[in-house]
Structures are given as C-alpha cells and as structure tokens.
C-alpha cells in the first residue's frame, strides 16, 4: 500500500483545477478528429491558399478548390461533469456522488469528475478540514497498467525532493490507496495550454508569449533530464496555465503517467502523443530524454501558427509531413530504425518513402492532407502571420526575432536526437536570452514588451539587468 507524503510543503498550494484531459489515448481523439481545413502552402515568400480535401478522400495539395473561411480546428474532449461513473471493466474505479476517498492522514470529498485517460481518471476533490480544492487521479486496478503505475509513483516520490515551483513541475502531495486503486493527490492548476488556445480561438500567440513558456518548460526539462527521466508526454494539455490574468505565461508541466527512466527506456515503445512525437519513436530507434525537445519544439510551432506543425492522422502521415518539410532522416538513421520499413521502401542501396498509394495498398490506411501550413523548409515559418503595418522600428527586431525563433526550432525538431539542442543549451540561446534585442531596447514598445514579457519568471529579471546595463 502506497502512503504518506511526497516531501512537498502545500501551504501555498494554488485552489483551481485543470480541465484535466487524458493521456495517449484520449488525446489521440483530437488528433483524428480533424476534418476538412484551410491550409496554406508556403514557399519562402509566396503564399496562396486553398482547401485540403477531406480526410475521408484523397487529399491532393495543389487542389484549387475554393476554400471555405468558416473551417475551424476541432478537438474531441471528455465531458466534464458533476460526477460521471464510470461503467467500463477495464480497471477504472466506481465513482460515486460525494464519495469521500481516505489516505492515511487526509479525508478527500470528490466534487467533480474532470477526466478520464489511459491509465485512470481525474477528480477534482475538497481536502476536507480546509479550504484547499486538489485534483486526484485514481489509476486503474488492471494488470496492464499496474506497472507503468508504479513508475509514475516513483518518479513522483523522485520529484517530490525537488523545488517543485523552482523547476517549473506540478506539485504532487501525497499517494495513497483506495480500495485497492492508487491516488495520486496533485495541486490544482488554472488552465491547460490546449484549452487556452482554444478559448483565444486558436490565434497564433506572439512571440513575447511564446518565449517565457518555452523558457518555463525548459526549465522543467533541464531538471528532468538531470535526474535522468523522460517525460514522454510533452505537448499543449500537459503544460497548465497557474493563473493566466495576474501570471500571464506562468505555467507548470504536468503529467507524468508516460514518464520513465533513460536507462529503461525500450526501444519501439509506443509513446507520446502522435503530432508531438519524435523521429526516432516513429521509426522504432532507441532514444532518451530528446524526445522531450522535439515534442517542445512541436508545441513552440504550435503557439505561433495556430495549428499543430505535424498534424498527422497515422504515424506514416506524420513521417511524410516531417519529411515533406525537414528532408529524410540519414540513411544510416532510416537503416536502423525497427520500424523503417513500415513507411520507406529499399531500392537501389538506399530508402526511400513509400507514395501514399503504396502506403495504402500495403496497409489499407488512406493518406490524409490535415495542415493548414505546408512548408518547404523550416525556415518558410518565419513569413507567417507578419503584419506589414507595423513601423520600421517595430518591424526590424520583430523579423530578427522571427530569424531566431526558427533557428531554435531547427534545433528543437533536428532529425538526428544527437545533435538536437538540450534543455540547458535551449535557455542559452539568444531566442531565449534575447541577445539580438538589446539595440532595439530603447523602442517604447519593445521596452513594455520586455518588462511584460520578463515579468514572468526571476529568471529574466536577470536577463532584464543585462540588457540595460
């Protein structure tokens, strides 16, 4: 029986509850649940639009179709109730209307079923005795997932030693058993990202916002990758939102169900969430702690565009928009991947990727067109979204800062794992530190933008004394 507390102090704990959704397999929901949608092609300068064919079809990418504006990114999400029960066999507890779940020192009244995941469920909970509110995920009392369960526990007992609002994790209290199912009790957070973006009707963010979340999370992964763990499951529903109207930007990673040891990491594993997973998952290579940064530099893509970079509907769809923009990995890459054959064919000494056509005669699975941005390279991304009202002296650092944001990206989503960038080297580069602003700092509008944008984490503070030195 698991008991006790994780070694975190929770006078400060937050008393707001994420919207929390599930893991893999529910989070796959808004991934196939793309239909029809605008895209744009985008060859360094040149951009035209027009409509990807729905997914029950062929897609064609140089249709002319006329496109229709109301398109709109959709995302199936669990209904959140009151209390839901859940009536299914496969391990999931009971729940019941104002059920009080007992750890060894604590009471906890289920106030609200939030979510339900691979593993387990959510509940949002009143810690009775106190005015503090928390989430609780109750996982499954199943053979399958018993073992994965007790990494989690694990790696949250790991966790708890750590300054849990330094490094940017969600604060987890306490695990207790409850009729023979574990509890995990976690902090309650704000807002999940998805869920933000989806309120702000999946407008691109500006990249004054995009920064402090991605220093935030890489931060979260620095330490991570010091204590040897993989978080696994990386993307927009797993980074929370602490308080998005006095803390604009300040978020917590969250979710450690996928997580695991480097050094127990098995190759071919099915992990992360399909548009956020990395090359070498795809194509079935043994991996570490990177896949984290590639997952990273997904949802970095994510924030700017407005849509997900790599919407693939199958892993050979995900693979062919990578490569469509990025290039094929190495052939000494492809030649060692378990699962290379799934998507390339050999032929005269080296691999190349199978047409859909192919792809779908082999398997039956149709290619489909979800992007809403098709780019020749990645450097293409930086033309998106620029306004050109802007004055000069706003258009000037605004391109300049577009010219490194992509170059971190590069760095991020780098087809070879060894040469990607590491969390440590990510908070050293000049998109983070913002280097390449300090002559534009004297502009009104950029000095408010970096007092806004440094407000968010004392780690900037510091960046802030070295830019008006």
């Known amino acids: 029986m698991y008991s ?5 102090d929770d006078s400060n704990s937050s008393i707001y509850c994420p919207n929390k959704k599930s893991r893999l397999d529910n989070s796959m929901k808004r991934e196939n649940c793309s239909s ?9 300068h040149h951009i035209h639009h027009h409509l990807v064919l729905d997914e029950q079809t062929s897609s064609n990418s140089d249709s002319n179709t006329n496109t229709n504006n109301n398109k709109k990114r959709k995302h199936c999400e669990t209904t959140s109730s009151n209390i839901k029960t859940n009536n299914s066999n496969d391990g999931d507890y009971q729940l019941v209307q104002n059920e009080v779940l007992y750890s060894m020192t604590n009471s906890y009244e289920v106030l609200e079923y939030l979510g339900r995941g691979t593993f387990g469920q959510v509940v949002k909970c009143w810690k009775k005795g106190t005015n503090e509110v928390v989430a609780i995920k109750i996982l499954k009392n199943h053979p399958s997932y018993a073992r994965q369960g007790q990494i989690e526990v694990s790696i949250l007992s790991r966790l708890g030693q750590e300054n849990a609002d330094q490094f940017n994790l969600v ?3 306490e695990v207790f058993t409850h009729k023979n199912h574990t509890c995990l009790v976690f902090e309650m957070l704000e807002q999940n990202l998805y869920d933000y973006l989806k309120q702000q009707k999946f407008s691109p963010l500006p990249l004054k916002s995009i920064r402090p979340i991605i220093q935030q999370v890489s931060v979260a992964l620095a330490k991570l990758k010091q204590l040897g763990l993989i978080h696994a499951d990386t993307k927009p529903e797993n980074i929370m939102l602490l308080d998005p109207q006095r803390q604009p930007f300040k978020v917590k990673l969250i979710d450690f169900g996928s997580a695991s040891p480097v050094e127990k990491a098995i190759q071919s594993t099915y992990l992360q969430s399909r548009y956020y997973r990395a090359i070498e998952i795809l194509l079935g290579l ?14 970095m893509a994510e924030l700017f565009l407005g849509w997900p970079l790599y919407p693939g509907s199958s892993e050979y769809d995900q693979i062919r928009y990578i490569s469509q923009t990025q290039g094929l990995p190495s052939q000494a890459i492809l030649q060692q991947g378990q699962k290379t054959s799934r998507f390339f064919y050999f032929n005269n000494y080296q691999w190349k990727l199978k047409t859909p056509e192919q792809y779908e005669r082999e398997t039956g ?16 991304i930086q033309h998106i979204h620029l306004k050109n009202d802007l004055q000069n002296n706003q258009l000037q650092p605004e391109k300049l800062d577009r010219i490194f944001f992509v170059d971190l990206l590069k760095k991020m989503i780098h087809l070879d794992q060894n040469k990607r960038i590491t969390p440590d080297q990510a908070l050293q580069h000049p998109f983070i530190t913002m280097d390449h602003l300090v002559d534009y700092a004297n502009s009104p509008k950029y000095l408010f933008i970096l007092l806004l944008f440094f407000s968010t984490s004392i780690y900037f503070i510091l960046v802030l004394d070295k830019v008006f030195k």
């Open 171 to 173: 604060r987890a209290y």
């Open 365 to 380: 699975i149709k290619s489909k067109e979800a992007r809403k941005f098709i780019f020749k390279n990645i450097d293409d």
């Open 286 to 299: 043994p991996f570490n702690e990177s896949i984290d940064m590639w997952s990273l530099g997904c949802v």
């Open 36 to 44: 029809s949608t605008q895209h744009t092609h985008v060859h360094h």
């Open 4 to 8: 006790g507390s994780w070694l975190c």
